[in-house]
């Protein structure tokens, strides 16, 4: 193999790491911030526990997307009487 294709591989596959690598931070960061409006909504209603409708209307998300956050955060539980979600004390 000469010198240039190897050095076209070379670029070819460090392109492809590099836009895999912004595809998956932005998901990351993405992700991240739906957490964190997650949580100020449950901060800023401290001591009740709301439902994912409720925590979806105060955010920009789904309420199927606002129940898997939920159920992976650690500081978020399942509140015991209405079934709605507040934070771990």
Do not use: Y
Not at 5 to 29: N, R, S, T, Y
Not at 52 to 58: C, D, K, P, Q, Y
Request: net charge negative.
């Amino acid at each position: 193999m000469s010198l240039e294709v190897i050095i076209a591989i070379a670029v070819i596959g460090m392109l492809v790491f590099v836009i895999g690598l912004k595809v998956w931070l932005g998901k990351l960061l993405k992700a991240k911030m739906d957490e964190g409006s997650v949580i100020d909504a449950l901060e800023q209603h401290s001591g009740e526990a709301l439902s994912s409708e409720v925590i979806a209307g105060l955010t920009s998300l789904t309420s199927d997307q606002v129940e898997q956050i939920c159920k992976k955060h650690v500081r978020i539980t399942r509140h015991p009487d209405n079934g709605g979600w507040a934070l771990k004390p």
